[in-house]
């Protein structure tokens, strides 16, 4: 269901929630499904080790249709593993993104958002600020904790965009995913060959270390690392920046007090719940909750967006509060397969919502709001384009 007014979810996920918060629903592939839209429902079944995240699996509910080929390239996908497998890869990881590990990138990350917002100021007016800071800060940090060259990001962007689309026929979407697969598969070669200082590195090491010989998860696992870790951060920015300066006693409340700025991201987060569409699983067994059974081979979305706009957990929810607590959101997800790169996202948001409006304190649309291209078509809500000018 759209998005709305542009920030707002349907409205009839507040009305599932108060009537119906566990309900079938029928997906774009004709196929049906169950839609949970209460956060202590999401929350729990986020838990439930009866429930899949086997995208692979014949009966799981794709939102778009999806080629064989697709699914066959999966091999190595961190979110669409169960346990032990799931275990296995995410602890090869874990290590990288842990809070001391990401606190370290502070710095590097405050470098590449200086860059940016002063090569934007260099340049001509308006400016599309997506290409301007959005993609860049969360894709150059990415590339350089993974080790992955700057001159490849085009290479990678293009086909990722196609990847996540749900507008893109399924044999383009197949393609596109053939077409990282060979190059990340290339370059984990390469690393092997000439371990350096970097995740991919270290990644290829350990793997060899423990005696493995799966070179497709261990491509697939670095895929999902790489194209996860931007598209939904520059989402957020984008987003975020935008509804500031559509809310400006909130900017100026974050503007006033910048420690209020990991309040403000997690606000953000909540308000925006960009990845509402990854969070799908299917029934191995049945489960119930309440007087609802889910049966086996069933698939469930969780609503991590309307899990997030729940009255019962946040006052005002349809409204963006920065001073409101919204830690307990679940917008990375909840449990095993809770958000890898959470630690990333949060640093990088905080710091270029603090650099940007600090340096550019007139920052403003340089179109009405209701004329952004917002992204309904796409895995991940937001904005192909934003003009800003100052
Ligand atoms: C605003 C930014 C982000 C949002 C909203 C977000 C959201 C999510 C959500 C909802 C999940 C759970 C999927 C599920 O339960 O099926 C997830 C998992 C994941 N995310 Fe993020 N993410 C963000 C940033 C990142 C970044 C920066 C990275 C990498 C550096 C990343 C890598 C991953 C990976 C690898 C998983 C799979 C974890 C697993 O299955 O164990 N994400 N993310």
């Not at 014949?58 to 091999?75: C, I, M």
């Amino acid at each position: 269901m759209p998005r709305s007014c542009p920030f707002d979810l349907s409205s009839q996920y507040a009305e599932l929630r108060a009537e119906q918060p566990i309900t079938q629903v029928r997906l774009a592939t004709g196929r049906v499904a169950w839609l949970v839209t209460r956060h202590e429902d999401v929350r729990r079944l986020f838990m439930d080790p009866n429930l899949s995240a086997n995208g692979a699996h014949p009966e799981f509910p794709a939102l778009a249709p999806r080629k064989r080929s697709f699914d066959e390239q999966s091999k190595g996908f961190l979110p669409w593993m169960d346990p032990p497998e799931h275990t296995t890869y995410r602890r090869m990881v874990i290590n990288e993104f842990t809070v001391r590990r990401i606190r370290a990138m502070r710095p590097r990350i405050q470098q590449i958002v200086d860059d940016c917002i002063t090569r934007m100021l260099a340049g001509p007016r308006p400016v599309d600020l997506v290409q301007a800071l959005s993609l860049p800060v969360p894709s150059l940090t990415i590339c350089d904790l993974m080790g992955v060259p700057y001159e490849d990001l085009d290479h990678i962007q293009r086909h990722a965009v196609i990847m996540v689309s749900r507008t893109h026929a399924a044999q383009e979407r197949a393609a596109a995913l053939r077409e990282l697969r060979t190059y990340l598969g290339d370059l984990l070669h390469a690393k092997a060959k000439a371990p350096q200082d970097d995740l991919l590195s270290r990644l290829v090491v350990k793997h060899r270390a423990a005696g493995r010989d799966d070179h497709a998860h261990l491509t697939g696992l670095a895929l999902l690392i790489l194209v996860g870790g931007y598209e939904s951060t520059a989402s957020t920015i984008s987003l975020g920046t935008v509804a500031l300066l559509e809310n400006p006693e909130q900017l100026a409340a974050l503007r006033a007090d910048p420690a209020l700025g990991p309040r403000a991201v997690e606000e953000l987060l909540r308000y925006f719940s960009v990845a509402d569409n990854v969070t799908s699983r299917i029934a191995l067994a049945d489960v119930t909750v309440g007087d609802i059974t889910i049966r086996a081979g069933e698939g469930v979305l969780l609503s991590n967006a309307a899990a997030n706009r729940d009255e019962r957990v946040f006052a005002n929810p349809e409204r963006l509060d920065v001073h409101q607590d919204a830690r307990s959101h679940v917008a990375f997800g909840y449990g095993i397969h809770q958000c890898l790169g959470q630690n990333l996202a949060r640093l990088e948001l905080e710091i270029v919502f603090t650099t940007l409006f600090d340096r550019v304190p007139d920052l403003r649309l340089a179109v009405p709001l209701d004329d952004l291209p917002f992204k309904n078509d796409a895995i991940m809500f937001g904005i192909h384009e934003v003009p800003v000018t100052w």
